[in-house]
């Protein structure tokens, strides 16, 4: 399916890219017929369309909206908000939605990271500065936010 993401490619000119085309596979061959038998295993494959589809969209410099995952996967914004944290939760990963890469919307999670490195002693200067996910949280640090 083609869909229209926020773009997160930057140009020489002062606005970037709003919208990009990107080609998402909403349903695998073997998820169409599948049949669950309880409610865990729904979740388990909705949890992995959610990370299939944020990864395209991201490898075609584009990010989702929690309404376009929403509107793609046909579940409520508190199912995906939930989805999300325990994806994060499970595997260490912040999955690259709109939230966490262009700062929009209450998505705080690269905040939190840094806040938690600063209070646990680490730095975000020189190996440790690799492990902070995006340059604005950088910034948090340094302005005392």
Request: aromatic share 6%; glycine share 8%.
């Amino acid at each position: 399916m083609v869909w229209l993401a926020r773009g997160v490619k930057k140009t020489r000119r002062p606005d970037p890219k709003l919208f990009v085309p990107v080609i998402l596979t909403l349903v695998e061959p073997g998820e169409s017929k599948a049949t669950y038998s309880h409610p865990g295993e729904a979740r388990r494959v909705r949890m992995r369309q959610i990370e299939r589809i944020t990864a395209e969209a991201w490898r075609q410099d584009g990010v989702l909206t929690s309404s376009d995952i929403e509107w793609l996967t046909g579940s409520n914004g508190s199912t995906i908000r939930r989805l999300l944290e325990a994806y994060q939760e499970r595997f260490g990963v912040i999955l690259p939605t709109a939230g966490t890469i262009l700062d929009i919307g209450r998505t705080l999670t690269h905040k939190n990271i840094v806040v938690e490195m600063s209070l646990s002693g680490l730095t975000t200067q020189g190996d440790r500065a690799a492990d902070i996910p995006y340059h604005r949280s950088r910034r948090c640090i340094s302005q005392g936010l």
